[in-house]
């Protein structure tokens, strides 16, 4: 497949509105249009067309992170100027490619409808905010719009550590430098201690894969910086017992004990179709960094944290049932697509107060 023939299924994506065009071997085209798959009247995309299209996006480092971790995500920039996300990941030694739109302009947190206290972590000045989201998530948008609510600081030196830049952020109030992994800086943790040199206020760092980057990202909040970070999992829970994970077992008493320390708060999220009209709405989970929380982290009683942002609701928390309850209520899913994603379904059916959309 060459580069004309990816660019019309690109023009053609655009057309319908659709959300991504996968490229999978044995198969034809096929954009995602409202969840659905739609195949197109091309041919069969084989091996080889994958292998002629991500020849020029990978670098030596994507394609080792291809090897070990089975995919990798690149930035693809179409000749209309169009940003794309790609995705590329293997399977029974072949490759598929995924291609998604990236929005034109960098997001805003009001328009995302967003828990109000995700503004509030980005006005905070020191501490670690770990974002949780798998992939597709909208976990990167929900970082972009913070750091668009970062970049109107006039006190502010902010830094963000990415592997592919995805979004643009023009001059703002605050100083910015937006570096990317590979291209700017060798590893994502050598590129938060070079902030740290610079005098940076604020960092906010793609995502958090390894111990090094865990280490160098919690030293960053310890100096005084307020970091945001992504991670992979698909909830608080996950994500913080996750991170602790990712150092050998005699070093996670310490860990935790830092990590207590830092944690301004965090968060996870996912996406649900709405109900009256297109488009997805984001579903939040808050937890905010309180004496309990720590002292849950501390211990290693990661369990405890649900029950702590259920009493703590006054604080801005939020479980997921809580979030998803306040979404029925409002009518902006419905009660199928909330109960989809419940981890107790009693809870989000249950009639009473609910936390606020935004």
Do not use: W
């Not at 023939?5 to 198969?27: D, I, Q």
């Not at 034809?28 to 659905?36: E, I, N, T």
């Not at 009247?41 to 020849?55: G, K, M, S, W």
């Not at 009660?335 to 107790?344: C, I, P, S």
Request: proline fraction near 4%.
């Amino acid at each position: 497949m060459d580069t004309q023939r990816l660019e019309t299924l690109l023009a053609a994506m655009t057309r319908v509105g659709a959300s991504a065009l996968h490229l999978v071997p044995g198969r034809k085209p096929s954009l995602r249009v409202q969840r659905r798959f739609v195949a197109g009247d091309e041919a069969v995309v084989q091996p080889t067309d994958i292998d002629e299209l991500t020849r020029d996006m990978l670098f030596s480092d994507h394609r080792e992170r291809l090897a070990t971790d089975g995919h990798v995500e690149v930035l693809y920039v179409s000749r209309s100027g169009r940003r794309y996300r790609a995705t590329i990941a293997s399977a029974a030694e072949q490759c598929s490619l995924v291609l998604r739109p990236l929005p034109e302009g960098t997001p805003k947190l009001e328009v995302l409808e967003l828990p109000e206290q995700v503004g509030a972590f980005a006005r905070g000045r020191s501490g670690f905010v770990p974002v949780a989201g798998f992939f597709g998530s909208g976990k990167s948008t929900t970082l972009a719009a913070i750091t668009g609510v970062l970049n109107q600081d006039p006190s502010r030196h902010v830094v963000t550590i990415e592997d592919a830049i995805e979004h643009v952020h023009d001059n703002g109030a605050a100083l910015l430098h937006q570096r990317e992994v590979g291209a700017h800086v060798a590893t994502a943790a050598d590129g938060i201690r070079q902030a740290l040199a610079t005098g940076v206020d604020a960092i906010v760092v793609g995502e958090i894969r390894c111990a090094e980057t865990l280490d160098a990202a919690i030293a960053a909040a310890e100096s005084g910086c307020l970091v945001f970070a992504g991670v992979e999992a698909g909830s608080i829970v996950g994500a913080l017992a996750d991170l602790t994970l990712l150092v050998p077992s005699e070093e996670r008493p310490r860990l935790r004990v830092r990590l207590s320390r830092v944690l301004r708060g965090a968060m996870a999220q996912s996406l649900l179709q709405r109900s009256h009209r297109a488009g997805r709405v984001a579903v939040v989970e808050i937890l905010v960094g309180n004496q309990a929380a720590r002292a849950a982290i501390r211990n290693g009683n990661f369990h405890e944290l649900t029950a702590i942002m259920q009493r703590c609701r006054g604080l801005g928390m939020q479980t997921i049932d809580l979030a998803l309850r306040a979404l029925l209520a409002h009518h902006v899913v419905t009660q199928e697509e909330a109960l989809l994603h419940a981890t107790n379904r009693d809870e989000v059916l249950t009639r009473g107060p609910v936390v606020p959309t935004r």
